[in-house]
């Protein structure tokens, strides 16, 4: 069975450009997770959907981020503009939920993103 | 509000050793999970292992072990006899029942030398 889909792998942008990741979830996952790795702050979650609604954006750091997922099989984390500081690996997530499921969440490989 | 503590952020032991790493983590909620991943050079997080606040058995898979004990609020995990392979960065990580955001430690990066 094919994995979590991200991409691009790679990204280099120049500031105030805009950027989109895109990630295609394991089918049959309802949740779909969007996670930001940095060495300063670690991993934190910017945006969580549930059956395509997002559940959680609290952790969107600003409104230059937003994220959609239009349907079950792909979302969207767009940056616009981007800044020097949006410079990180960011990672897709899907779990097929419930409590009486391991919990496990199935990540991506990650995109990684530099803003010069 | 949750949170989780991994307090070592490099741990080098030499090859066969045994290295544990420790967790954490604080939450109001009585009914939680606590969960172990393991991030490769590669870059990739792979899940090892999830508990449940009210199962505090021990728990051994191979050469990985896991210690929960609600008391301290501690979730350590032990590689028994390691290998290079095992060298990464291993995540604690935690999430409330009915919620299933995932709360992130900050790491240990354990280094394997042969």
């Known amino acids: 069975d094919a994995g979590v889909i991200q991409s691009p792998r790679h990204e280099v942008t120049e500031m105030g450009q805009e950027v989109t990741l895109r990630c295609k979830p394991i089918s049959g996952h309802d949740y779909l997770f969007w996670y930001r790795q940095t060495m300063m702050r670690g991993l934190e979650l910017l945006i969580y959907?549930?059956?395509?609604?997002?559940?959680?954006d609290s952790g969107m750091p600003e409104d230059r981020f937003s994220a959609k997922m239009p349907n079950a099989s792909f979302s969207t984390l767009k940056i616009q503009p981007s800044e020097p500081r949006d410079s990180a690996v960011y990672f897709c997530?899907?779990?097929?939920?419930?409590?009486?499921?391991?919990?496990?969440?199935?990540f991506g490989e990650g995109s990684r993103l530099t803003v010069l | 509000a949750q949170k989780v503590t991994q307090a070592q952020t490099e741990i080098s032991v030499v090859e066969k050793e045994d290295v544990t790493l420790d967790c954490v983590y604080e939450t109001r909620d009585t009914t939680y999970y606590l969960f172990w991943y393991k991030q490769p050079p590669s870059g990739e997080l792979v899940f090892l292992i999830r508990r449940n606040s009210f199962d505090e058995q021990n728990e051994i898979s191979g050469r990985y072990s896991w210690n929960f004990q609600k008391s301290t609020s501690s979730f350590n995990f032990t590689i028994t006899a390691s290998q290079v392979v095992d060298s990464a960065v291993y995540f604690c990580?935690?999430?409330?029942?009915?919620?299933?955001?995932?709360?992130f430690g900050t790491g240990t990066r354990l280094t394997i030398i042969p």
């Open positions: 959907f549930n059956n395509n609604v997002p559940i959680d």
């Open positions: 997530a899907s779990s097929g939920a419930g409590m009486g499921n391991t919990g496990e969440l199935f």
């Open positions: 990580a935690l999430s409330n029942f009915g919620n299933e955001k995932l709360t």
